[in-house]
């Protein structure tokens, strides 16, 4: 490796970009760049089956910027410590900037991407000791102040760090911690198939199955709770209105009268109700025990063979570059796969950028349209399940779903969703992934059938039978994108046979559905034919 690079005379172009604004007018020192310096089980992330919705957003952003973003020793504190990858990245970075040729441009720039992302995992190794620049350059990629404007530094600095907000959205660092404390298991990719005589996979897996059991029986719990609490508050009323008599002026009370000894019998059947759901909530804590039971043994059984204590090495590592595919695949093919921040490729609106509080409101204006789009159905129960949400560093332009649930967990464990911090159009890539998870959720409930059940398999029969080429998947996110953003709003954009798919499999809520019915025929049309499904359904 030449010399020249860190004897301490950078080059112009260097030089300037690390004298703008605040940043000093010179180079880091190499010396000081590269000196090397060298639990408990949490409880798992659980989740709240009785929520109905979003924890409304109250805040999107800091009053003041956090200073660090502009700090003239944040690229230094970065690469500090980091032994041969930050060197590589140093060298390479200044060898990018400085070509002119676009041939050389392109050779730095695809070698800088691999160093930049080689540095990042060797971070990652060391994740206990991470300092907050490092923190930074994981969750947004942030690494030379001076490679992005005094606005954007500005911007960024005043994203809101920690997640108040009560949702399983994750920065890539959050995320990572997470899954190396064991409260998020390891996302899944092809190789775990070959970990089946793996003792401590085996035990890890019945562990998932038996946690999403003992979920499911505590959801059952609450909706029976929920139910015996709705049905005695009925009760009373019934009580008031049978107790409420007129008094006369001697004194004496009025008879029962046709109301109230409508709401006797009432009572009654209300009573019989009660204590029918009470027996069954007696047999539901019963199961729920056993449940609790069972993954107890199973959680002391992973404890003694290590099976919990060798999450936080082996996993950490093989779940960053699980979510380096999630970051390629949300950037395409042809799309920028830098993996740091330059000012050319962002803007500088903070409502542009896929913050955690930005992204929750996109989701929550996609389910005030597509209200199914959380709500999963095991065994005749159905909850709403938002998965995990990664907001992952990258220039992408659309999100994805790498997994609609867990493999030995249906009941409620919640998939994996994966969206840019930096989108091209922000809506676009929640939606695109909102379209991702329903295509990915319906395609799994019909297993080995999915080319003829349910929603991926109408669909799918609608694109053969028109002969279209290309990936279905791909085709069923562009139309459901036009289904949210133009549909939704009675602008008639997708083919008819698909509009009757999505209007069945995929409807909008009632009141949308009400008020699209008068804005045309077509919607009309759509509205009779379900009301004469609901009316044929009853015989």
């Not at 010399?3 to 007018?25: Q, R």
């Not at 199955?209 to 709705?230: M, P, V, W």
């Not at 695949?329 to 921040?341: A, E, T």
């Not at 000012?343 to 930005?358: P, V």
């Amino acid at each position: 490796m030449s010399n020249e690079v860190f004897s301490g005379d950078i080059d112009p172009e260097i030089a300037e970009l690390m004298g703008i604004d605040e940043v000093d007018d010179v180079a880091p020192v190499f010396d000081d760049l590269f000196n090397d310096g060298r639990s408990r089980r949490i409880e798992p992330d659980k989740v709240d089956l009785s929520k109905i919705g979003f924890n409304p957003v109250t805040k999107f952003s800091e009053d003041r910027a956090n200073l660090i973003f502009s700090s003239k020793e944040f690229y230094k504190s970065v690469l500090s410590g980091e032994g041969e990858s930050s060197k590589r990245v140093h060298t390479l970075l200044s060898q990018f900037l400085n070509a002119e040729d676009p041939k050389d441009k392109s050779m730095y720039r695809a070698k800088l991407i691999s160093a930049a992302w080689n540095l990042a995992a060797n971070i990652v190794s060391k994740f206990s000791a991470l300092t907050q620049p490092k923190k930074f350059y994981l969750r947004y990629g942030f690494l030379l102040p001076t490679l992005v404007s005094r606005e954007q530094r500005e911007m960024i600095g005043k994203i809101i760090v920690d997640n108040n907000s009560g949702e399983p959205f994750y920065y890539f660092d959050e995320w990572l911690g997470k899954v190396a404390n064991g409260q998020i298991s390891t996302s899944a990719v092809d190789e775990v198939k070959q970990v089946r005589n793996n003792q401590g996979a085996k035990v890890q897996a019945q562990i998932d199955r038996a946690r999403g059991t003992s979920e499911f029986h505590l959801g059952e719990i609450k909706n029976k709770i929920k139910e015996i609490e709705n049905a005695e508050e009925e009760l009373r009323g019934k009580v008031k209105t049978v107790s409420s008599h007129q008094i006369y002026d001697d004194g004496l009370k009025s008879t029962y009268d046709s109301g109230q000894k409508e709401a006797i019998s009432g009572i009654m059947n209300v009573c019989r109700f009660i204590l029918n759901k009470d027996k069954e909530l007696t047999g539901s804590l019963s199961t729920f025990e056993n449940a609790n039971k069972q993954l107890e043994e199973l959680e002391e059984k992973a404890k003694q063979e290590g099976v919990s204590s060798s999450l936080n090495s082996k996993t950490l590592e093989s779940e960053f570059n699980t979510v380096r595919q999630m970051i390629k695949m949300v950037v395409g093919r042809q799309g920028n796969h830098i993996p740091f921040l330059m000012k050319q490729y962002f803007r500088s609106n903070i409502r542009d950028i896929a913050t955690r509080e930005n992204v929750i409101m996109e989701f929550a204006a996609v389910e005030a349209i597509d209200e199914g789009l959380f709500k999963r159905t095991f065994k005749r129960q159905t909850n709403r399940i938002v998965p995990y949400v990664i907001l992952v560093p990258g220039y992408g332009e659309k999100g994805v779903c790498w997994e609609p649930f867990e493999k030995f967990n249906r009941a409620t464990s919640r998939g994996r969703v994966a969206v840019p911090i930096f989108p091209k159009d922000l809506r676009i890539a929640v939606i695109s992934a909102a379209a991702d998870l329903r295509w990915q959720v319906a395609k799994e409930k019909a297993q080995h059938y999915w080319m003829e059940e349910g929603l991926t398999g109408r669909y799918y029969q609608w694109f053969t039978e028109k002969k279209m080429r290309g990936d279905v998947r791909e085709f069923f996110i562009q139309d459901y994108i036009l289904w949210i953003t133009k549909e939704s709003e009675g602008t008639q954009k997708l083919d008819r046979d698909v509009r009757g798919i999505f209007w069945r499999s995929i409807p909008f809520r009632q009141e949308l559905r009400d008020r699209l019915r008068k804005r045309g025929f077509v919607y009309n049309e759509l509205y009779k034919k379900d009301i004469n499904r609901s009316l044929s359904d009853g015989y």
